[in-house]
């Protein structure tokens, strides 16, 4: 069983990860030709209007993206499925491989920029999304409520159909807040990642967060329950 200690502790680690996500959306979206690589919804939206030929918005990013996601997430769920519950060695690795993931593609982006429209940055595009329904899957097994690192729509229809204003007791209200504002934050350090180093910021947002995923796969480690 979970010791509130054990429960902070991945709450707190997921909230972090969460905002890697806002900077790895940010990146991807201002730096890789409008793709979400972590935010699917976005992207699947951004994908039916592309299809329907909307203000020339891209296909094959997108679609690339949505692969990428939804093979991360399988490997993710086919190394957990036989995992112990709550953070386990193999909670450790599949999230290490998210930061290493990261970390690759930032330095690979910094010594190539990934041009639009170019093999190479359909290729960041790709790996960058299977990285994030890696991330996604770890999360989901690790079942931290309310914290999903990857989406807030959830959350913040949490937050409102159990506030008090709705008639609710207002539970969960802290973590859900913060999970709504670190996407909120990182998607702002992404968008100024790349407004000031340009070219270089998207290598630079990637690195950061894969570095940032790394440091919270390694403290979940330390303190793994299996």
């Given at each position: 069983?979970?010791?509130?200690?054990?429960?902070?502790?991945?709450?707190?680690?997921?909230?972090?990860?969460?905002?890697?996500?806002g900077?790895?959306?940010?990146?991807?979206?201002?730096?890789?030709?409008?793709?979400?690589?972590?935010?699917?919804?976005?992207?699947?939206?951004?994908?039916?209007?592309?299809?329907?030929?909307?203000?020339?918005?891209?296909?094959?990013?997108?679609?690339?993206?949505?692969?990428?996601?939804?093979?991360?997430?399988?490997?993710?769920?086919?190394v957990?499925?036989?995992?112990?519950?709550?953070?386990?060695?193999?909670?450790?690795?599949?999230?290490?491989?998210t930061?290493?993931?990261?970390?690759?593609?930032?330095?690979?982006?910094?010594?190539?920029?990934?041009?639009?429209?170019t093999?190479?940055?359909?290729?960041?595009t790709?790996?960058?999304?299977?990285?994030m329904?890696?991330?996604?899957?770890?999360?989901?097994?690790?079942?931290?409520?309310?914290?999903?690192?990857?989406?807030?729509?959830?959350?913040?229809?949490?937050?409102?159909?159990?506030?008090?204003?709705a008639?609710?007791?207002?539970d969960?209200?802290?973590?859900?807040?913060?999970?709504v504002?670190?996407?909120?934050?990182?998607?702002?350090?992404?968008?100024?990642?790349?407004?000031?180093?340009?070219?270089?910021?998207?290598?630079?947002?990637?690195?950061f967060?894969g570095?940032?995923?790394l440091?919270?796969?390694?403290l979940?480690?330390?303190?793994?329950?299996?």
């Amino acid at each position: 069983m979970r010791t509130w200690d054990d429960a902070r502790r991945h709450l707190v680690l997921m909230l972090a990860l969460t905002f890697t996500t806002g900077i790895v959306d940010a990146v991807g979206y201002l730096g890789l030709d409008r793709v979400f690589t972590a935010n699917m919804t976005g992207n699947v939206v951004i994908l039916g209007m592309g299809l329907a030929g909307a203000d020339d918005l891209p296909v094959l990013g997108p679609a690339l993206a949505l692969v990428g996601f939804l093979a991360g997430a399988a490997v993710g769920g086919r190394v957990l499925r036989t995992a112990p519950a709550g953070w386990s060695h193999r909670t450790s690795g599949t999230f290490a491989a998210t930061g290493v993931l990261a970390v690759v593609l930032g330095v690979g982006a910094l010594v190539a920029t990934p041009v639009e429209g170019t093999w190479w940055a359909f290729v960041v595009t790709a790996l960058l999304a299977v990285a994030m329904g890696l991330q996604a899957a770890s999360a989901r097994r690790l079942a931290v409520k309310d914290v999903t690192t990857v989406v807030v729509t959830s959350t913040l229809t949490g937050l409102a159909a159990d506030s008090r204003l709705a008639g609710g007791a207002g539970d969960g209200w802290a973590r859900r807040s913060l999970a709504v504002l670190l996407i909120l934050l990182g998607a702002g350090v992404g968008a100024l990642l790349l407004k000031v180093g340009g070219e270089q910021g998207v290598g630079v947002g990637m690195l950061f967060a894969g570095v940032l995923a790394l440091v919270a796969a390694a403290l979940g480690h330390r303190h793994r329950e299996a």
